[in-house]
Nanobody
Framework: QVQLVESGGGLVQPGGSLRLSCAAS????????MGWYRQAPGKQRELVAA???????TYADSVKGRFTISRDSAKNTVYLQMNSLKPDDTGVYYC??????????WGQGTQVTVSS
């Protein structure tokens, strides 16, 4: 089993920054890629950014140039640095792990609110 624990959400003013962390534990050798999704009220969950085992990254168009995903393999932790935050970035952010086999794993989610 793999467990994911997120941290780092909160309330920030427009233009501000936050860094989210996602720590993986358990059978982490089964993880192919990790990513961050978000879900705003009344909207579908969407991919924000992802990073593969060989450190290839992908981003949603809406966050390119503002968000950076990175990983610390020694700590089994993935980070999402979010800069120049906008109100549209508000939502619950979920950490996701794509596994070599079986269903993807999800964290419990962390709330990000961008508001003045």
């Amino acid at each position: 089993q793999v467990q994911l624990v997120e941290s780092g959400g909160g309330l920030v003013q427009p233009g501000g920054s936050l860094r989210l962390s996602c720590a993986a534990s358990g059978n982490t050798f089964r993880i192919n890629a990790m990513g961050w999704y978000r879900q705003a009220p009344g909207k579908q969950r969407e991919l924000v950014a992802a990073i593969t085992r060989d450190v290839r990254t992908t981003y949603a168009d809406s966050v390119k140039g503002r968000f950076t995903i990175s990983r610390d393999s020694a700590k089994n932790t993935v980070y999402l640095q979010m800069n120049s935050l906008k109100p549209d970035d508000t939502g619950v952010y979920y950490c996701n792990a794509a596994m070599t086999w079986g269903s993807p794993k999800w964290g419990q989610g962390t709330q990000v609110t961008v508001s003045s």
